[in-house]
């Protein structure tokens, strides 16, 4: 078996059209009131060279794109591909790569990059720990390059009624157990607590100039945040649950269209957490 093809495997969300769009608007939600890249990185420089690991679509690739200097080098690298637009459609100071993150980093990319960035990663970190994933990044960075790191900070999950939903049954809650524990068959991964562990993990790997940002979504944005998570959790009732004994799948559907019944009722808000860390110039 291919490390492509175990990958995929072990990928619980979708990669058709319909993922696609989830994980565009999941973008552009996490950018509203807050940033592509962190103000805090220079971002301004002629000649700059960046990386994204693990690219989904590439959005962000593209999208900031648009606001670097047109000299800026923009690779993105990710273990499937499928998910972007054709190269050859791609902005021409943006080229995308096939790279296993977890694995030995090619020379050609050591110590290269001005900027790296990675987000929404934590089903790719596995006992609650990103340190193996981390110590890769530093490797591409130049001296003062920077590392940016952005998670779902699950330990500010609450949830939000609005006066109509003041009695309703929360069925949110439940459905979050159910994909983080795959129906009660592995340790909860959203109950993780590496992501606001982050911090700590970059000092330990020498990172220095650390910053965080924590922010919640703004009301208005939660109907549209619950739907990504709604499309989110249906493709993890396909993809992983459906294969497990019982019918953990159509009971998440069924908790799924329940929560959706509520949409204007009740949904839910959690951080969106931004680390970012510099390597030092000597």
């Not at 989904?56 to 499937?80: C, E, K, M, N, Q």
């Not at 591909?81 to 050609?108: F, G, I, M």
């Not at 590496?194 to 020498?206: A, I, Y």
Request: charged share 20%; aromatic share 8%; proline share 7%.
């Amino acid at each position: 078996m291919s490390n492509e093809t175990a990958h995929d495997e072990a990928y619980i969300l979708g990669r058709s059209f319909s993922a696609n769009a989830r994980l565009n608007l999941q973008y552009f939600l996490w950018k509203d009131g807050g940033f592509s890249l962190h103000p805090n990185i220079p971002a301004d420089r002629e000649g700059m060279q960046v990386a994204e690991i693990g690219v989904g679509t590439g959005i962000w690739l593209v999208d900031l794109a648009r606001y670097l200097p047109a000299s800026a080098r923009i690779d993105g690298f990710d273990i499937d591909l499928t998910q972007c637009p054709p190269k050859e459609w791609l902005p021409p100071n943006v080229s995308v790569h096939n790279l296993d993150c977890l694995a030995p980093l090619p020379d050609r990319l050591v110590g290269r990059y001005d900027i790296v960035h990675i987000q929404l990663f934590h089903l790719a970190v596995h006992s609650n720990d990103p340190a193996p994933i981390i110590k890769n990044l530093v490797k591409l960075l130049k001296p003062g390059g920077w590392i940016s790191w952005g998670e779902i900070d699950y330990s500010r999950w609450k949830i939000v009624r609005t006066k109509e939903g003041k009695n309703i049954t929360d069925n949110l809650t439940p459905l979050l157990e159910m994909i983080g524990t795959l129906g009660g068959t592995k340790p909860n991964w959203t109950t993780d607590d590496w992501p606001v562990r982050l911090p700590e993990f970059f000092e330990q790997n020498g990172l220095v100039n650390i910053t965080t940002d924590n922010r919640p979504f703004p009301l208005e944005l939660l109907p549209f945040q619950l739907d990504t998570a709604l499309m989110a959790s249906e493709e993890v009732s396909y993809k992983a649950l459906d294969h497990i004994a019982g019918d953990l799948g159509s009971c998440c559907r069924e908790l799924i269209t329940r929560v959706f019944r509520d949409r204007q009722k009740l949904a839910y808000n959690v951080g969106r957490l931004t680390v970012i860390g510099q390597r030092p110039d000597n």
